[in-house]
């Protein structure tokens, strides 16, 4: 049986634009910023933008792993915090080759007790992380009381570093996407969090453990807040009690941006690095053209807001397009 | 977290079925988070005399009423399986359109002689045309609720504040506005709050609609499967647009009282209150999967919020046990929930 | 099992809630006075309200706190819930000037004295004393002081100013401070860069990152907060700018609040000037309404803390007046 | 054949809510053997396979596999000790491709303790397990681009490569067409051959018939009967299963002597891909019926004429009215009803109440005043006459929710959903799709009762015999168009088939 497809040189163009609108978006908005500023297109202003969009990217590489399952993590701004004052606090003299791997297991942890209410308890997931999101930032207000959480000159050093030529951010960006992309495509624990995220009931009965799926994905979310915090710190060089405070906003955002449905099932991190780059692309090209401060929200929306559009007519052009054509059965 | 579901079982199960406790029962009924306020304020009550008063009471169920509208609002939204995180924009958007008429530093509609009406109808108008743009986006345009409200609340928020900076001397806000106005946020009826009577209004007109009319009866169909309500004739597009339409008016006459309370009309009303908007309804038992809520559960949702916020203020402790304390309770009122809806499935 | 398990959680919110019974027991007998915050973002704020609890505690006074963050309407709850509480006074620091006006009232009703810290009332019919430093002021003669300096290096400059956030009125009349004076010296000084913070540090971080890509050769900086120098200086060292004063490629740098980095900053010789807000004056200031309105006397509405510029040179002169130096000893001894 | 039994069952029971629905039900299985099992839905046959499959524990009862004792705790030890089930409702993932389908539960590993997956073997393999069920597709396909009849051959093909020595088919063709059942048959047979046990669950008793070597008959949980092919009639096992004998299949059909008028006329009809040139009149008491392959247009001329797809020209008359802007709601209004083929996705509200999923379709009937407030009372009255018309089986339909109905009761719903409505043309897809002889037979009734009422019924069936039971006409289709018509009188299982296959007998001869 095949599906009989009616093809035309047009159409194929069509498709063409249509399937890389994004892409194209993406450049339309490099020319606007680059008519308007001489010094935005150039290579310090691309690796700047990229590093300023690390720490969102990261945990929203996280986020997208939790989406995919169809579930939701509202806390990881509080844990970012928690890594944050411990680091800050209590590891202020380790090295960092034994304080960064201990936070992460910090966010790994937090990320396990969200997973623990939500697949052992059955509490939704919305609401687990919505109350570990005010627990999270509370024990850690406790442990700072209020006050800027300072770091080893270290952890600023490494933030300012560059290996090979590549800013330290670049490079935990570069490897957290590189793994979480081969462990989405590459793994059987990758292909099971889709299938999970498809249907969860036939993924139990199939014999995948959901469970566990569930429980990893949340422990993910949790090590990616940790490490997206400890470049957001390294950079800002500081914690305010207020550092991570609602962060969950704008990595849905890059999430959801990047193309991962909310219902599971569909997306992946290489969308979601798209989405966190195209919001701090604009960001910057507003400070490179030096725009009235006022005007950035107003801008920045109407940019998100064309590029979803684009992305949801196209789905639906496509989808007439590429209509289920009648299936001849072969005999 | 979810209602009373009944799996159905046979009747001889029926008969086997133990006599439960009170305890059991009282865990399993749809006011479990009415009972679970209860305990918190008796707990309060030990801790901190003063929550007794009629005074607090009172304090508690005026200051509750603005949420309680726009909560309602999320709810319709909720029902049909959308989100709309655009209604903190239509309160501030709403607050500054609408006090901008009003205030006696200049305001657009003072040469009219009546600016109340007109900054009334400017509230209403700026929900119902930010409630309308988010319903076109999802119903015309195709794009997703939860990316078209975020974006829109991006928008509305930013230019809220631009208008404020354009349009006043020290950028921050309007003042000044008319005593009649402020009244409907602060005045009282032999003790009786017109907030109260608003909001008391706009929660009867919800329930009716969404428990007794052709509409409301159509807004869960769509949220339980919007395929099968588009083959049983029902119009899915106009209804959301409508369900939309409906949170962005409750968003506008939310923000009457916000502003009326303040005496202001502020670009960062209700900036720090959509997880509050959101969470109070869906601990009410709303579900964010669509198709199941009432107006009821809302208003238990918002009251367990608004009287674990009050219970806090009174004890007046630091901002860490303030968070540390305030998701416990939430995760508590969660647990019990889930705790309830396993027993529920047992039958 | 079901019932046990509820019953522990039942148990945990009474205990969690319990803990809190010792503070309430305090809380009866000698004044107390409620400090009514909206955030305690920047060390301004957390040593303002450490300062608080420190002179009240010497005082006998207890005090109750409350968080709003940036919520007018939720700081209006707090209020009401604090005479409810039955406080002998109430300090608060609004997010908006107009929005608090409701709250005065209902002090002024339950005739519990109000004391405004740091950011003033809008005007209106309430009676309420407000503390506030004379940001426009301060700032005029911090920019001021950096202008000599730039016209005594000679040369042009090329200006950035980080900005708080649009909504608060000390950020914007920080700002309008800044630009009363390089707006009268744009022969020398052109602003190329706004950064808008929003109090926000990464904010901050990103759009002084972005200003100095563009603009390479900013070397006159001003920062609406001390709080955000952190951000300045890493962002200054990546882009290789982070000189002390009298080294090539020095950035003219000047500060507001007066904070323990600020000090330090000072002293190493990378800040110029440093206008300082007169935390414990405030303070002081503050707690004095208090006594006065109990007293049953009527200060006047707007308390000014007339603040003061530091700088390098007269940095052991007045350091003593500022706070952050107090916070910086402290921290050098623990 | 004469191989000693290598899995044995005895003495299973099972409980819910304190309700038994299985009262020792056991069994054997040699190697190589197809067995039967029917019984009504809830007669505990979907029980005692869930029980097999480690779905569900059992409360008594002993299961061996090769001599030792087998209760497996998951679906996962079941799947390990070879027994494969091929569920109902297909469960594979559509944002999945086959191959991935195929291995989701283990993947071949390109590096031993790493976790990386091979492509290269997974997509060899997939060839080589594909190629067993006959399945030419590329293994990287998409299953959501894939027929029903595929995805069940592509769960096959899982099964086998799971290495499975007992395959279970729960109502495996309920949506394959007669070409697509033939070859599933085809590869039973195969599979039989290499030493597989089958469990074959199915309505459709011919099927048992031809395919089972032995058949296990179920009533209410207990064993009624078991008989090898030769000593077993499609009429004892109906007997064995209702307990009583049902004489025909249908009930009796007397066809109109004189038609009414036209209730539904269609003149040249076309969507591109679709469906050319359709042209047909459906007249008030009729029952029409269309037959075809799957995939000959037959759901996508329903959906074009209910207006939930466009169409490019044609001509569409509804009661004498011409409608030219169609839509679900504006066919409604001029009382056309629509039951669709998916219950489950397009038909019903499944976490709503039975009384709810009635009332969707009529409810603007019931609203009063300009804001529509909904007469509950004449509602409530309303619903539970329709309800007890088509004979819904529940306790309470306001509050008994649909999720928890079998089959035959989900699709009484939905067809009572459009009787509220007082269809004066029905469209029927699929009517009798994977639910069980007693409910069918009801089902059967109300169409007969509808066309005596006067409605126009189109009725679209994969099943020859049922429309040849219960039409005064049918009309075939393939690729689209009608290629046939045959009157009552000339009914012929035959020449219908070579109709519906024409396009294909070109092809191939």
């Known amino acids: 049986m095949s599906a009989v497809s009616a093809g035309g040189g047009n159409r194929s163009t069509t498709l063409f634009v249509l399937r890389n609108a994004p892409v194209l978006l993406f450049i339309v908005l490099l020319a606007c910023f680059g008519l308007m500023s001489d010094r935005f297109l150039t290579v310090t202003n691309f690796v700047n933008i990229v590093i300023q969009a690390a720490h969102i990217g990261i945990i929203a590489i996280g986020m997208t792993f939790v989406l995919l399952i169809g579930g939701i993590d509202l806390s990881i701004g509080a844990n970012m915090y928690i890594v944050a004052a411990v680091l800050g606090l209590f590891l202020k003299d380790l090295p960092l080759a034994i304080s960064f791997p201990l936070v992460t297991l910090i966010g790994l942890a937090f990320g396990a007790v969200n997973a623990w209410f939500?697949?052992?308890?059955?509490?939704?997931?919305?609401?687990?992380?919505?109350?570990?999101?005010?627990?999270?930032?509370?024990?850690?207000?406790?442990?700072?009381?209020?006050?800027?959480?300072?770091?080893?000159?270290?952890?600023?050093?490494?933030?300012?570093?560059?290996?090979?030529?590549?800013?330290?951010?670049?490079?935990?960006?570069?490897?957290?996407?590189?793994?979480?992309?081969?462990?989405?495509?590459?793994?059987?624990?990758?292909?099971?969090?889709?299938?999970?995220?498809?249907?969860?009931?036939?993924?139990?009965?199939?014999?995948?453990?959901?469970?566990?799926?569930?429980f990893s994905v949340y422990c993910i979310a949790g090590v990616c807040a940790a490490i997206g915090g400890l470049i957001s710190l390294s950079q800002v060089a500081v914690a305010s009690s207020t550092f991570g405070f609602q962060k969950e906003f704008p990595v849905i955002a890059a999430t959801v941006l990047g193309g991962t449905s909310l219902f599971g099932g569909r997306g992946g991190v290489l969308g979601t690095v798209f989405g966190a780059v195209l919001i701090q692309t604009v960001e910057n090209g507003l400070v490179m053209t030096n725009a009235d401060p006022y005007l950035y929200p107003l801008v920045i929306s109407i940019i998100i807001f064309i590029a979803v559009f684009i992305d949801s007519s196209r789905n639906s052009i496509l989808e007439r397009l590429e209509r289920r054509q009648i299936r001849v059965e072969r005999v | 977290m979810s209602s009373t579901q009944s799996i159905t079982p046979g009747s001889a199960a029926e008969a086997t079925r133990p006599q439960r406790s009170f305890a059991v029962r009282l865990l399993m009924s749809e006011y479990l988070v009415l009972v679970l306020t209860a305990i918190y304020f008796l707990v309060m009550w030990a801790l901190v005399p003063s929550i007794a008063t009629a005074d607090t009471l009172l304090d508690i169920l005026a200051a509750m009423m603005p949420l309680l509208v726009v909560a309602i609002g999320q709810t319709f939204v909720l029902i049909v399986a959308g989100i709309d995180l655009a209604a903190p924009s239509i309160l501030a958007a709403a607050s500054v359109a609408g006090a901008s008429m009003m205030t006696g530093e200049g305001?657009?509609?003072?040469?009219?002689?009546?600016?109340?009406?007109?900054?009334?109808?400017?509230?209403?108008?700026?929900?119902?045309?930010?409630?309308?743009?988010?319903?076109?986006?999802?119903?015309?345009?195709?794009?997703?609720?939860?990316?078209?409200?975020?974006?829109?609340?991006?928008?509305?928020?930013?230019?809220?504040?631009?208008?404020?900076?354009?349009?006043?001397?020290?950028?921050?806000?309007?003042?000044?506005?008319?005593?009649?106005?402020?009244?409907?946020?602060?005045?009282?009826?032999?003790?009786?709050?017109?907030?109260?009577?608003?909001?008391?209004?706009?929660?009867?007109?919800?329930?009716?609609?969404?428990?007794?009319?052709?509409?409301?009866?159509?807004?869960?169909?769509?949220?339980?499967?919007?395929?099968?309500?588009?083959?049983?004739?029902?119009?899915?597009?106009?209804?959301?647009?409508?369900?939309?339409?409906?949170?962005?008016?409750?968003?506008?006459?939310?923000?009457?009282?916000?502003?009326?309370?303040?005496?202001?009309?502020?670009?960062?009303?209700?900036?720090?209150?959509?997880?509050?908007?959101?969470?109070?309804?869906?601990?009410?038992?709303?579900?964010?999967?669509?198709?199941?809520?009432?107006?009821t559960w809302t208003l238990y949702g918002v009251l367990f919020l608004s009287v674990v916020d009050k219970g806090l203020q009174l004890l007046g402790l630091d901002l860490a046990s303030v968070f540390a304390i305030k998701g416990l309770v939430i995760l508590s009122a969660a647990v019990l929930d889930a705790v309830r809806h396993r027993l529920t499935l047992r039958g | 099992m079901q019932i046990s398990r509820r019953a522990f959680t039942v148990g945990a919110l009474v205990a969690a809630a319990g803990s809190s019974i010792s503070v309430m027991v305090k809380a009866e007998g000698s004044k107390t006075v409620a400090l009514l915050f909206d955030s305690l973002v920047s060390p301004f704020w957390v040593s303002g309200i450490e300062i608080m609890r420190e002179k009240a505690k010497a005082k006998g006074w207890t005090t109750l706190e409350n968080i709003s963050n940036f919520d007018d309407n939720k700081q209006f709850e707090q209020v009401k819930a604090m005479i409810s509480r039955k406080v002998d006074g109430i300090l608060i620091i609004q997010t908006d000037a107009k929005a608090v006006i409701p709250a005065i009232r209902a002090a002024n009703a339950a005739n519990i004295p109000m004391v405004h810290f740091n950011r003033p009332p809008a005007k209106s019919d309430a009676y309420s004393v407000a503390i506030q430093a004379d940001n426009r002021k301060i700032m005029q003669d911090t920019v001021g002081f950096m202008v000599a300096k730039a016209k005594k290096q000679g040369g042009k400059y090329k200006a950035c100013i980080l900005i708080g956030d649009l909504g608060d009125v000390n950020a914007i009349q920080r700002r309008d401070g800044f630009f009363d004076v390089v707006n009268?010296?744009?022969?020398?000084?052109?602003?190329?860069?706004?950064?808008?913070?929003?109090?926000?540090?990464?904010?901050?971080?990103?759009?002084?990152?972005?200003?100095?890509?563009?603009?390479?050769?900013?070397?006159?900086?001003?920062?609406?907060?001390?709080?955000?120098?952190?951000?300045?200086?890493?962002?200054?060292?990546?882009?290789?700018?982070?000189?002390?004063?009298?080294?090539?490629?020095?950035?003219?740098?000047?500060?507001?609040?007066?904070?323990?980095?600020?000090?330090?900053?000072?002293?190493?010789?990378?800040?110029?000037?440093?206008?300082?807000?007169?935390?414990?004056?405030?303070?002081?200031?503050?707690?004095?309404?208090?006594?006065?309105?109990?007293?049953?006397?009527?200060?006047?509405?707007?308390?000014?803390?007339?603040?003061?510029?530091?700088?390098?040179?007269?940095?052991?002169?007045?350091?003593?007046?500022?706070?952050?130096?107090?916070?910086?000893?402290?921290?050098?001894?623990? | 054949m004469t191989a000693a039994p290598f899995f044995e069952a005895s003495g299973l029971c099972k409980s819910f809510f304190g309700v038994q629905v299985l009262h020792g039900m056991g069994f054997t299985l040699r190697p190589g053997q197809v067995l039967g099992l029917v019984g009504e839905n809830g007669s505990g046959k979907s029980t005692t396979m869930n029980i097999l499959g480690g779905v569900l524990p059992m409360d008594a009862g002993r299961m061996t596999l090769d001599g030792?004792?087998?209760?497996?705790?998951?679906?996962?030890?079941?799947?390990?000790?070879?027994?494969?089930?091929?569920?109902?409702?297909?469960?594979?993932?559509?944002?999945?491709?086959?191959?991935?389908?195929?291995?989701?539960?283990?993947?071949?590993?390109?590096?031993?303790?790493?976790?990386?997956?091979?492509?290269?073997?997974?997509?060899?393999?997939?060839?080589?397990?594909?190629?067993?069920?006959?399945?030419?597709?590329?293994?990287?396909?998409?299953?959501?681009?894939?027929?029903?009849?595929?995805?069940?051959?592509?769960?096959?093909?899982?099964?086998?490569?799971?290495?499975?020595?007992?395959?279970?088919?729960?109502?495996?063709?309920?949506?394959?067409?007669?070409?697509?059942?033939?070859?599933?048959?085809?590869?039973?047979?195969?599979?039989?051959?290499?030493?597989?046990?089958?469990?074959?669950?199915?309505?459709?008793?011919?099927?048992?018939?031809?395919?089972?070597?032995?058949?296990?008959?179920?009533?209410?949980?207990?064993?009624?009967?078991?008989?090898?092919?030769?000593?077993?009639?499609?009429?004892?096992?109906?007997?064995?299963?209702?307990?009583?004998?049902?004489?025909?299949?249908?009930?009796?059909?007397?066809?109109?002597?004189?038609?009414?008028?036209?209730?539904?006329?269609?003149?040249?009809?076309?969507?591109?891909?679709?469906?050319?040139?359709?042209?047909?009149?459906?007249?008030?008491?009729?029952?029409?019926?269309?037959?075809?392959?799957?995939?000959?247009?037959?759901?996508?001329?329903?959906?074009?004429?209910?207006?939930?797809?466009?169409?490019?020209?044609?001509?569409?008359?509804?009661?004498?009215?011409?409608?030219?802007?169609?839509?679900?709601?504006?066919?409604?209004?001029?009382?056309?009803?629509?039951?669709?083929?998916?219950?489950?996705?397009?038909?019903?509200?499944?976490?709503?109440?039975?009384?709810?999923?009635?009332?969707?379709?009529?409810?603007?009937?019931?609203?009063?005043?300009?804001?529509?407030?909904?007469?509950?009372?004449?509602?409530?009255?309303?619903?539970?006459?329709?309800?007890?018309?088509?004979?819904?089986?529940?306790?309470?339909?306001?509050?008994?929710?649909?999720?928890?109905?079998?089959?035959?009761?989900?699709?009484?719903?939905?067809?009572?959903?459009?009787?509220?409505?007082?269809?004066?043309?029905?469209?029927?897809?699929?009517?009798?799709?994977?639910?069980?002889?007693?409910?069918?037979?009801?089902?059967?009734?109300?169409?007969?009762?509808?066309?005596?009422?006067?409605?126009?019924?189109?009725?679209?069936?994969?099943?020859?015999?049922?429309?040849?039971?219960?039409?005064?006409?049918?009309?075939?289709?393939?690729?689209?168009?009608?290629?046939?018509?045959?009157?009552?009188?000339?009914?012929?299982?035959?020449?219908?088939?070579?109709?519906?296959?024409?396009?294909?007998?070109?092809?191939?001869?």
């Not at chain 2, 794009?143 to 078209?148: A, G, L, N, Y």
């Not at chain 3, 020398?188 to 860069?193: H, R």
């Not at chain 4, 504006?330 to 629509?338: E, P, S, V």
């Open chain 2, 107 to 295: 305001g657009f509609a003072l040469f009219t002689g009546v600016p109340i009406g007109v900054g009334i109808l400017a509230f209403v108008g700026v929900g119902l045309l930010i409630g309308l743009l988010n319903g076109v986006c999802v119903t015309r345009l195709g794009m997703p609720p939860f990316i078209v409200t975020l974006t829109t609340m991006m928008f509305f928020s930013g230019f809220a504040l631009f208008y404020t900076s354009a349009l006043t001397d020290d950028g921050s806000s309007f003042g000044d506005l008319p005593s009649a106005f402020v009244a409907i946020g602060q005045g009282t009826w032999h003790g009786v709050p017109y907030s109260l009577a608003l909001a008391g209004a706009v929660m009867l007109v919800a329930h009716l609609t969404l428990s007794r009319t052709v509409f409301g009866s159509w807004l869960y169909a769509i949220g339980r499967n919007p395929r099968a309500a588009a083959i049983s004739g029902v119009p899915v597009r106009r209804a959301v647009l409508w369900a939309f339409v409906i949170s962005g008016l409750c968003g506008g006459i939310a923000s009457i009282i916000y502003t009326g309370r303040l005496e202001t009309g502020t670009p960062v009303l209700g900036q720090r209150i959509l997880l509050d908007i959101v969470g109070s309804a869906v601990i009410g038992g709303v579900s964010l999967f669509g198709g199941k809520g009432r107006v």
């Open chain 4, 68 to 509: 030792a004792d087998y209760h497996p705790r998951g679906p996962r030890e079941a799947e390990a000790r070879g027994i494969a089930f091929i569920h109902q409702e297909l469960n594979l993932f559509r944002n999945l491709s086959v191959a991935e389908n195929l291995f989701i539960t283990g993947f071949p590993k390109r590096i031993k303790g790493l976790p990386f997956i091979d492509r290269g073997r997974v997509a060899a393999r997939t060839q080589e397990l594909l190629k067993a069920v006959d399945l030419d597709i590329a293994p990287n396909t998409p299953v959501s681009r894939l027929s029903q009849g595929e995805r069940q051959l592509v769960e096959i093909a899982k099964a086998l490569g799971a290495n499975a020595r007992i395959m279970i088919f729960d109502e495996p063709t309920t949506s394959l067409t007669t070409r697509e059942t033939d070859r599933l048959f085809d590869i039973i047979g195969r599979l039989q051959r290499q030493g597989i046990a089958i469990i074959y669950i199915s309505h459709i008793l011919g099927d048992v018939m031809r395919l089972c070597d032995d058949i296990v008959v179920l009533r209410d949980g207990h064993k009624v009967g078991q008989a090898a092919r030769a000593d077993m009639t499609i009429e004892k096992m109906i007997t064995l299963m209702v307990g009583r004998t049902i004489d025909q299949m249908f009930p009796p059909r007397e066809p109109p002597v004189t038609l009414g008028a036209p209730v539904l006329e269609v003149r040249g009809l076309n969507q591109r891909g679709m469906v050319k040139d359709i042209g047909f009149t459906l007249r008030a008491g009729e029952v029409l019926g269309i037959s075809g392959l799957m995939g000959a247009g037959r759901s996508e001329l329903a959906r074009i004429l209910f207006g939930m797809d466009p169409h490019e020209s044609g001509d569409i008359r509804i009661g004498g009215t011409q409608v030219r802007e169609l839509s679900p709601a504006a066919c409604m209004d001029h009382g056309m009803a629509f039951l669709t083929e998916d219950r489950r996705a397009e038909g019903l509200m499944m976490e709503a109440s039975i009384a709810d999923n009635i009332a969707l379709a009529s409810l603007p009937k019931f609203g009063r005043s300009w804001a529509g407030f909904i007469e509950r009372t004449r509602l409530g009255d309303e619903v539970q006459r329709i309800s007890g018309a088509v004979r819904i089986n529940a306790r309470d339909i306001q509050r008994t929710l649909v999720k928890n109905l079998s089959g035959g009761n989900q699709q009484k719903a939905v067809i009572g959903k459009w009787l509220l409505h007082e269809p004066r043309v029905f469209i029927l897809d699929e009517p009798t799709r994977g639910i069980d002889v007693g409910a069918k037979y009801e089902v059967y009734k109300i169409i007969n009762q509808l066309a005596a009422d006067g409605a126009g019924v189109l009725f679209i069936s994969s099943e020859i015999e049922e429309l040849t039971g219960m039409c005064d006409r049918i009309m075939v289709m393939a690729q689209g168009e009608i290629r046939a018509e045959f009157p009552r009188a000339g009914f012929d299982r035959e020449a219908i088939l070579r109709a519906a296959m024409w396009h294909g007998m070109k092809e191939t001869a």
């Open chain 3, 184 to 334: 009268a010296n744009k022969d020398i000084i052109d602003v190329v860069a706004r950064v808008s913070t929003e109090w926000n540090a990464d904010k901050a971080f990103a759009g002084l990152t972005n200003a100095i890509q563009a603009n390479p050769d900013i070397n006159f900086l001003v920062t609406s907060s001390d709080f955000l120098h952190p951000q300045i200086e890493q962002v200054l060292k990546s882009a290789n700018k982070w000189h002390k004063t009298g080294e090539a490629g020095h950035v003219l740098f000047g500060g507001f609040d007066g904070d323990e980095g600020a000090y330090a900053r000072l002293q190493d010789g990378y800040l110029d000037a440093c206008g300082v807000q007169n935390l414990f004056l405030e303070v002081d200031m503050a707690f004095g309404a208090f006594e006065d309105l109990w007293a049953g006397k009527k200060p006047e509405k707007l308390l000014l803390d007339p603040g003061f510029v530091i700088t390098q040179e007269d940095l052991m002169a007045k350091r003593d007046q500022m706070w952050g130096y107090t916070v910086w000893k402290k921290m050098q001894k623990g």
């Open chain 1, 118 to 214: 939500i697949t052992r308890l059955r509490v939704a997931a919305f609401i687990t992380t919505l109350s570990t999101l005010f627990i999270g930032r509370g024990i850690a207000l406790y442990f700072s009381g209020n006050k800027m959480v300072g770091f080893s000159p270290e952890v600023l050093a490494l933030g300012r570093a560059s290996y090979f030529g590549v800013p330290s951010a670049i490079w935990g960006f570069a490897i957290v996407f590189i793994a979480a992309y081969v462990t989405l495509s590459q793994t059987t624990f990758g292909r099971q969090i889709y299938a999970v995220g498809a249907d969860p009931d036939a993924a139990g009965k199939a014999g995948i453990d959901v469970r566990r799926i569930v």
